[in-house]
Nanobody, 123 residues
Framework: QVQLVESGGGSVQAGGSLTLSCAASGSILSVGVMGWYRQAPGKERELVATITYGNRKEYADSVEDRFTIGRDYTKNTVYLQMNSLKPEDTAVYYC?????????????????WGQGTQVTVSS
């Protein structure tokens, strides 16, 4: 029905940059809030950044001023530009999106997750 496919993870040294991308595809009617979450080993999944359909953005305090979230409405894609990366940013990053699918007769916004992409920052 609906798939979220992430790309752009990898390994980088502290102070470096990475850009993550996540494309939603399938039987999509509309896309609401899109965002990024991350989960480090032994920790709970936490919000990194979200962006609404109206382009309102929210960031975790730990990434404010270093990360930038954006989206391409024509491609149903969300991006996360990560600068000045720190070792504590190391985690699996997950894309999340609220999607209304054409296969749902009630056109509800349901939550979808990507498979996750690893980001490793070395000191």
């Amino acid at each position: 029905q609906v798939q979220l496919v992430e790309s752009g993870g990898g390994s980088v040294q502290a102070g470096g940059s990475l850009t993550l991308s996540c494309a939603a595809s399938g039987s999509i009617l509309s896309v609401g809030v899109m965002g990024w979450y991350r989960q480090a080993p032994g920790k709970e999944r936490e919000l990194v950044a979200t962006i609404t359909y109206g382009n309102r953005k929210e960031y975790a305090d730990s990434v404010e001023d270093r990360f930038t979230i954006g989206r391409d409405y024509t491609k149903n894609t969300v991006y996360l530009q990560m600068n000045s990366l720190k070792p504590e940013d190391t985690a699996v990053y997950y894309c999340n999106a609220e999607v209304s699918s054409t296969s749902d007769p009630y056109r509800r916004l349901n939550d979808y997750w990507g498979q996750g992409t690893q980001v490793t920052v070395s000191s």
